[in-house]
Structures are given as structure tokens and as C-alpha cells.
């Protein structure tokens, strides 16, 4: 297995990504070599060999795989690479809105903790992996985005489907064309694990909330389709910690504890929030929208969820890939959440500089405080951290 991609060179245009370098990864232990560009140095590059411009880089003479971040770079989807990795071994695909990276992080862990070798593929830091991409001879548990429809290219043995929900405003014009989506995947697919048909696992796990013990349950039966007694995984499982910006604790100072969450949709916002009560009495998050599609057509349910908190401050929209259309920003979220839930304590901080110095001062001693959203506001829980301090 290791020489499967032996004799070829292949250039990741976009490998800083925590996706494309765990592909990079992955060819690399199956004898390919790689390379690739990217913009800025990023923690999931490791010893990957890159280089950085500011704009892309792709070298005579190589293969070129390309992130859906650059679709104006010719070479070959980040989708049809993912299926040629998925076609080399007996793989397990996780698909979904909502929990991929912690529910293949968990699928993953218990293979390698009870001895069977996976390799994997995982859109986040996962510390008790020690990555996010592993090269084990056994299954390869990876996640199927739909964001781009790359799920639909991917024929494994085993695959789940924890929800369906639209996310992707861009991609999809409605939730019955993303239903369609899965319809179509799930129909090539042996072996299937639908999240809704579950009942969430009863036994304590070591990461809170409703929506990780739904995930648990879908990591438990996608295990026991991989020939994973329940019995062997589930001691395994309650002690899985969570991947990296899912519920992660940031520290603590002046007695109020800071966590940090991708959370970027509302389901997902109103579940972390909902965690987060687990651990505290008051809550307070700092959000930052993410893409100008979501937030255009989601900032009433935006609003909503972050409703649940005991306040809240909002940023201005990581655009990520897209462009930010005259007239619309984050305001627009603040506008919902006013709406939803009149007299909560509410702040609007373009900059997530700003942000972390208002949510610092709307807590107290025994609080929590969440950073929240898909784009750079991780980088506000240190900020967070010594307002408070």
C-alpha cells in the first residue's frame, strides 16, 4: 500500500488548507512526491513543502490539485483527487451540515486506539491523532464535504450521513436540490448510516453537548458496520476529547473560562451555545459571520441562536472565497438578534480586536465566554484571555 502513488509528483494549490495538506500527507506516506502554494504559513503545513506568494505557484512538470478556493486555477478538483485516495482502500466517508470533522475524528480514534490501523483524513487539528491526516493500512475514515459536491464523487464501503440541512447558498438553491445530492451519493453506497434514525448515545462522553452525543451515536454504528464491536468502542469512544476549534478551552483569567468553536451555522451556534450551558450559568459569545451568502440569507436564524446566549457581540463577515456585496454586513446579524431577543445585551465590533475587548468586558467571574465562526475569530480567544486578565 505505501508505493500506490509511487513515481508521481504532486503540486497542492491551496495546501495549507487543513483539507489539501491532509491529502498532501496521505500521498506523500503512498510514495507520491509533493509540494504545494499557498498564501500564508498555516499550522496544518508541518514539514509539507510549500511555497508562499501571494499569488499561486504551480511549477512545469508536476500534477496539480487544486482547492475550491482557486477555481481559477486550471488542474485537477480537490473532489477527484479525494475519490482517487478513497478508491485505495476500504474507506468509511462521513458526510453531513453539521458535526463531519468530530464524528470521523471520533470513527478514527477508536480504529487506532483499538488496535486497527486507519488512516484518515480529518478537516481539523485532532490532538489525540496527533494530525489530521494518518497513513494506516487499515480503513480510511474521511469526511465528504458538500459544500463543492465533492461527496458525490466518493464511493466508499461504509457512508454516513449525520444531517441535512442547507449551509451552502452559494452551491445549492435549495435544501430539496442538497436532499437530491445525498439521495444520489447514498444510492452508490453499500452500507449507509442515516444521523436522524439514531437516538443519542446514554453513556457519559468527555465532549458536551446534545449534538456530540448524536454524533457519537452515528461514529457507534458506522464502527459497528467496520466490524467494531459496541461493546470494544464504546469505552473507547467516552474518552475521545474533541478535535481542534470544536469546543476547545482557550484558558481561563479573571475566573471566567474561554472556549473556541467553528461553529458557523445556526443549528450549530445554538448547539454549541447549548454545550456551553452544560458548563456554565452565563454565557456570552463573540460571533463572526462567514461568506456573504450565509450571512444574507441566514442573519434572521443567525440572530436567533445566538439569542440563547446572555449576550453577545458580532463582527463584521469573513468573506473567505467570496465577495462581499455593496450594502451588506455583519449588522445584519445584530439587526436579528435585537429583533429576536429585544433588551439582551448586544455589540457590534467590525474588527475581532474590538470584539474580544467588548465580550471581555460583558463577563464576569464563573461565566464563559465563546469565540464562534468559521473564519479567523480564533484568534480572539488569547485577546479574550488578557482583557481579562
Avoid at 510549500?50 to 485537477?76: C, F, I, K, N
Avoid at 470544536?246 to 473560562?257: D, N, P, Q, S, W
Avoid at 452565563?282 to 450571512?295: A, E, G, N
Avoid at 429576536?340 to 465566554?369: H, K, N, S, Y
Wanted: charged residues 20%.
Amino acid at each position: 500500500m505505501p508505493s500506490q502513488l509511487e513515481g508521481r509528483r504532486i503540486w497542492f494549490v491551496g495546501i495549507g488548507g487543513a483539507g489539501l495538506s491532509a491529502y498532501a500527507k496521505l500521498a506523500r506516506a503512498r510514495g507520491a512526491e509533493v509540494g504545494g502554494w499557498d498564501r500564508l504559513e498555516t499550522p496544518y503545513l508541518g514539514d509539507l513543502p510549500h511555497e508562499l506568494t501571494p499569488e499561486p505557484v504551480v511549477p512545469e512538470g508536476w500534477e496539480v490539485v487544486v482547492s475550491s478556493a482557486y477555481p481559477q486555477v486550471a488542474g485537477r478538483s480537490r473532489a477527484d483527487f479525494l475519490a482517487e485516495l478513497v478508491s485505495l482502500q476500504p474507506a468509511i466517508v462521513v458526510s453531513g451540515a453539521h458535526g463531519k470533522t468530530t464524528t470521523t475524528a471520533m470513527i478514527a480514534f477508536v480504529l487506532a486506539e483499538t488496535g486497527r490501523d486507519p488512516a484518515y483524513l480529518i478537516g481539523g487539528e485532532v490532538p489525540q491523532l496527533g494530525a489530521n491526516a494518518g497513513a494506516g493500512e487499515g480503513w480510511l475514515v474521511v469526511e465528504g464535504d458538500e459544500s463543492d459536491r465533492t461527496v458525490e464523487a466518493l464511493r466508499p464501503e461504509i457512508g454516513v450521513v449525520l444531517n441535512v440541512e442547507l449551509d451552502h447558498h452559494a452551491t445549492f438553491a435549495s435544501e430539496a436540490e442538497l436532499e437530491d445530492l445525498f439521495a444520489r451519493w447514498t444510492a452508490q453506497v453499500p452500507k449507509v448510516v442515516r444521523g436522524w434514525e439514531l437516538e443519542p448515545v446514554a453513556f457519559a462522553l468527555a465532549v458536551p453537548g446534545a449534538h456530540n452525543r448524536l454524533n457519537a451515536a452515528a461514529a457507534l454504528a458506522a464502527l459497528e458496520l467496520a466490524g467494531v464491536p459496541r461493546a470494544e468502542a464504546e469505552p473507547v469512544l467516552a474518552r475521545f476529547e474533541g478535535a481542534g476549534r470544536r469546543f476547545t478551552l482557550v484558558g481561563e483569567a479573571g475566573g471566567v473560562r474561554v472556549y473556541d468553536d467553528y461553529a458557523h451555522h445556526p443549528s450549530e451556534i445554538a448547539a454549541t451555545v447549548a454545550a456551553a450551558r452544560e458548563q456554565a450559568e452565563r454565557v456570552h459569545v463573540l460571533f463572526q459571520p462567514h461568506l456573504p451568502s450565509r450571512t444574507r440569507h441566514l442573519a434572521r436564524e443567525l440572530g436567533a441562536a445566538l439569542a440563547g446566549a446572555d449576550s453577545a457581540v458580532v463582527t463584521e463577515i469573513y468573506a473567505a472565497r467570496e465577495q462581499v456585496p455593496e450594502g451588506l454586513s455583519g449588522r445584519v446579524v445584530v439587526d436579528a438578534l435585537v429583533e429576536a431577543r429585544p433588551g439582551m445585551r448586544v455589540g457590534w465590533a467590525p474588527q475581532v480586536e474590538q470584539g474580544a475587548r467588548m465580550i471581555a468586558a460583558f463577563a464576569e467571574p464563573g461565566d464563559l465566554v465563546l469565540t464562534v465562526g468559521a473564519g479567523d475569530v480564533d484568534r480572539a480567544g488569547p485577546l479574550v484571555l488578557e482583557a481579562l486578565a
